[in-house]
């Protein structure tokens, strides 16, 4: 199964020019200002990861998120990693995997045998729901997903980019063993490279997916640089202030361009626009690095920029658009 990513800024230098450090990267959907990493001890480097570390991280998580007492968080080296160890957790049959949306779910099911449809039908035993998705922004209520998880065996909402409104989580409801609520770390964070997710779950789930995972999966600096970030509210409402704000400056930029807005989730916002793969081409040729999709004519993605250089470099590719 063919699936495209952001960040791939080797491909902008191959067939624009430049190198790495010439490029605005609004490729992703990562926080352009990451969590500060700092407070790393040489034990962190040298020593195979302990449980109380996990533990503490886990406690954390917790206490963030409201998980309920009857759930379990599983740690993980990324939610990458749990999309591609959920299929194992039932027998191969139907998943519904609405379209378009994050692609590796339906490449995970597809290689462990699974049909992928594109809504749930009779024969659907299981489904996959990116909240808020990616890349159109669709955000679904709480009791349409507390419906959908009473109607079929497994339901797996990946919430990796819920951080920016954490009062729409599905967290608070968790607890079934047939309900995966799944969360990113590198997202929100700014801190992609660490590779870092989670899964709350009921907890025999919650054990199944852990036994299917390797010994010390999770490296020594990640535990304790996630509890650090976990454990700093300020940073978080400070963060969520200023996404809020930076997403309103971004969706009007895409606007004053003649853009119309498909949707936003915090950290990036999806356009509608006459050709995105010109589009795509101009602001490349500004060393501003976009997503396209293969399956929409129309659609780009932009990431938001990070410093007041990065801001005025789009604005002026995007005025630049508007007059054309």
């Known amino acids: 199964m063919a699936r495209d990513h952001g960040g791939n800024l080797a491909q902008a230098c191959a067939r624009f020019g430049g190198t790495p450090g010439d490029w605005l990267d609004l490729s992703t959907g990562i926080n352009p200002l990451a969590y500060p990493v700092s407070g790393l001890v040489q034990e962190d480097w040298a020593r195979l990861p302990d449980s109380d570390a996990t533990d503490r991280l886990v406690a954390l998580a917790r206490a963030l998120w409201g998980v309920p007492e009857g ?21 191969a049959g139907e998943v519904a995997i609405p379209a378009p949306t994050y692609n590796e779910h339906a490449a995970a099911f597809t290689a462990e045998g699974w049909r992928v449809a594109a809504r749930p039908g009779a024969a659907t035993r299981a489904a996959v729901i990116v909240n808020p998705n990616n890349p159109d922004g669709r955000r679904w209520e709480t009791h349409e997903l507390q419906t959908l998880a009473e109607a079929l065996p497994r339901l797996v909402v990946d919430e990796s980019f819920m951080d920016a409104t954490p009062e729409r989580s599905l967290i608070p409801h968790a607890g079934a063993e047939g309900l995966v609520i799944l969360r990113s770390f590198g997202k929100f964070y700014g801190l992609a490279g660490l590779r870092l997710g989670f899964a709350v779950t009921g907890p025999g789930t919650a054990a199944r997916l852990a036994g299917l995972m390797w010994p010390w999966a999770v490296s020594g600096p990640a535990l304790a640089l996630g509890a650090a970030a976990l454990a700093d509210r300020g940073w978080h409402a400070q963060t969520r ?44 040729r500004a060393r501003i690095w976009s997503r396209i999709f293969p399956y929409s004519a129309p659609w780009l993605r932009l990431g938001l920029p990070g410093t007041a250089e ?15």
Request: aromatic letters at 4%.
């Open 310 to 324: 990065g801001w005025t470099r789009l604005e002026a590719a995007l005025e630049a658009e508007c007059s054309r």
């Open 71 to 91: 759930a379990a968080v599983v740690v993980a080296p990324g939610t990458s990693a749990l999309i591609r160890l959920l299929p194992r957790l039932d027998p």
């Open 241 to 284: 202030v200023r996404l809020a704000r930076d997403i309103r400056r971004l969706v009007a930029l895409g606007r004053s361009a003649g853009w119309r807005l498909v949707g936003e989730a915090g950290l990036f916002a999806t356009f509608e626009t006459p050709d995105a793969a010109a589009a795509h081409q101009r602001l490349a």
